[in-house]
């Protein structure tokens, strides 16, 4: 089928264009997550400074053995205020998890420069996440599967009138009454002759290249007047002087002849594409329907080349749970046997959606079919729509004009090197060889990236909550702070920096499950406490048997915590420095969980960590 002129095509392009302004790029779960998690720790954080000021104002107040002012006379001094505004400001310090972000970008970005080396270009940072999730795959049949090459396997002169001679004057001139071209034409070219005129090649179609290398390109008739291709009416018109219009394009939209019908359903069977051409009786409009009276001129035969790699990668997604449906404009009985060649389940589910009328229940078609034939560029875009309302996260590929709106609508959009230049400006990734099996690489990357953040994150969480129960526990209990910042400065740098740095750039390529907030959230606050039960158990210790068995006050009880030195010498053991030693055997006990199952990588990792703790 003819592709568009200059003129018509940045017609169409502004028109996709105007159409995709209305639709709004997807969003990354991850970061919206991390912000959530980030958002509600403040929100706790910052009144409970405020409780944390008061409190340890009011204990230094009534136990102020050192005499401190409650003011500060000159800067850097010590007082009650200066103290107190200490402890609340750590705890604001401490309870806000600000290196999440940090963390997830430099993995993304990691996910990004390791997907280049793979000839993939990542044009949204948060594309290999999105990746990750998908679940639904739309693919487009040309390009995709195929390679995008064609070739004439026949032509079959219908009305013989005409004989090889004319068919080929006929051709070449309607070939050239347009300025761009397409696999179709250029496959015809390849079997009746040169191509001596150079011609633009915006790469919307494929079967124009096709037709276009059989036939020797060049001027013979002289045109009058043209109706370009349309995706939605999928056909070209040319009208020659003398000799009236002509049409060509997709049989079922030009003809009506059960005969020709017949053949075209059973060349596509066999997976071939047949492209018809007639003669018009009347006046072809651009808005409005074909004229009924037509003649058959000519049918060509045009196959499609698999490429090498799609079965292997079908079954890759096939055994990771990735529902495949194949949307495209082609036949569906083409379309099916290409599907069904390029190891596709379900390949006999197949829909008509030039058949589709408007009290058909087109979700329910949607979800039950995975083969989607005569489909038209806002119907491939309503397909995406509606996998995405049933709960599928859906990745589209396409190299045309008409995959605009599909890529808009998608979670993730994957473009090849050789489609438009306007769907790969769309397009979240770009595969630079045009390679589908580069697909699988990508899924890792964005596995590698959400799985691994997920961990660390639970580290950097699990360190606010702990912080937050440490917190919370002296002011139930009626007692000033006790465990010092020195303290989160080790969970800080050997249980939550350093090995989340490690552990978000580390391979992993287990599926991704469940909700991130959730997922992160629990872990964390689970292993908050467990980190903090030894303070809290020691704590219960001294003021059950001190202050009920013993009958000590509050005041007396507070040194007992307090580790005293004299001249450097230890001259009263505290008990604050046993609460420390115990969260640090707790958070590496924590992150011996965190590294299950082990890996080589895993094992140096968590071996070295005490020694240099040890060291320190």
Not at 15 to 41: D, G, W
Request: proline content about 3%.
């Amino acid at each position: 089928i003819i592709n568009l002129d200059l003129g018509a095509l940045e017609t169409l392009v502004l028109s996709i264009e105007n159409k995709t302004k209305v639709s709004k790029a997807p969003k990354s779960r991850l970061m919206i997550a991390i912000r959530k998690i980030i958002r509600n720790m403040s929100l706790i954080a910052i009144p409970l400074a405020i409780i944390v000021l008061a409190n340890e104002m009011i204990h230094t107040i009534n136990n102020n053995t050192d005499n401190l002012n409650l003011f500060p006379s000159y800067w850097g001094e010590d007082t009650i205020l200066s103290r107190a505004t200490f402890y609340s400001g750590v705890t604001i310090a401490y309870m806000i998890p600000c290196g999440m972000a940090l963390l997830a970008s430099v993995a993304m970005a990691t996910g990004v420069v390791r997907l280049a080396k793979e000839k993939t270009i990542v044009q949204d940072l948060y594309s290999v996440e999105s990746l990750s999730r998908v679940n639904t795959l739309c693919l487009d049949k040309t390009g995709t599967l195929t390679d995008g090459t064609m070739t004439l396997e026949k032509s079959i002169i219908l009305d013989k009138s005409y004989n090889d001679e004319e068919l080929e004057q006929l051709m070449s001139s309607y070939l050239s009454a347009f300025s761009s071209v397409n696999q179709t034409s250029t496959a015809l070219l390849n079997k009746y002759g040169k191509l001596v005129q150079k011609v633009e090649d915006y790469g919307e179609r494929s079967s124009s290249k096709a037709l276009m290398t059989a036939f020797n390109y060049k001027h013979q008739l002289n045109v009058v007047n043209r109706v370009n291709f349309s995706s939605v009416r999928k056909y070209s018109a040319v009208e020659f002087e003398k000799r009236g219009w002509f049409v060509m394009g997709a049989p079922e939209y030009i003809t009506n002849d059960e005969e020709i019908l017949n053949q075209v359903n059973e060349y596509a069977k066999s997976g071939l594409r047949v492209i018809l051409l007639a003669k018009v009786n009347g006046v072809v409009k651009d808005d409005a329907p074909l004229p009924t009276n037509k003649e058959n001129v000519a049918m060509f035969i045009i196959s499609d080349t698999i490429r090498p790699e799609v079965k292997n990668t079908m079954l890759w997604f096939r055994q990771n749970d990735v529902d495949i449906k194949v949307i495209s404009g082609d036949n569906i009985g083409t379309v099916s046997y290409i599907a069904k060649q390029s190891g596709i389940a379900n390949y006999d589910k197949v829909v008509d959606m030039s058949k589709i009328n408007p009290e058909d229940d087109l979700n329910e078609i949607v979800m039950n079919n995975t083969i989607f034939g005569r489909v038209s560029p806002d119907q491939k875009a309503e397909i995406i729509a509606i996998l995405k309302l049933n709960g599928r996260v859906v990745g589209v590929t396409g190299d045309g004009l008409n995959d605009l709106l599909a890529f808009k609508q998608a979670d993730c959009s994957i473009a090849l090197a050789n489609g438009a230049a306007a769907t790969k400006n769309v397009a979240n990734m770009v595969l630079l060889d045009s390679n589908f099996s580069n697909m699988k690489e990508a899924v890792f990357q964005g596995r590698r990236v959400v799985n691994n953040i997920q961990r660390s994150s639970s580290l950097f969480v699990m360190k606010d909550y702990l912080w937050l129960f440490i917190t919370i526990m002296p002011i139930l209990l009626g007692l000033p702070h006790m465990i010092q910042p020195t303290v989160m400065s080790v969970v800080n740098i050997f249980i939550t920096g350093i090995a989340s740095l490690f552990v978000a750039l580390e391979p992993d390529k287990t599926r991704v499950t469940g909700n991130f907030y959730k997922n992160v959230t629990k872990k964390a606050i689970v292993a908050g406490f467990y980190m903090f039960l030894p303070v809290l158990l020691i704590t219960l210790y001294l003021v059950i048997s001190r202050q009920f068995v013993k009958g000590m006050t509050l005041t007396e009880l507070e040194p007992m915590f307090k580790t005293t030195f004299t001249d450097g010498d230890i001259t009263e053991f505290g008990w604050i420095p046993v609460m420390a030693l115990c969260v640090s055997i707790s958070g590496f006990i924590i992150f011996f969980r965190n590294c299950r199952p082990f890996t080589k990588f895993r094992k140096i990792l968590y071996i070295q960590k005490p020694s240099i703790f040890s060291s320190e």
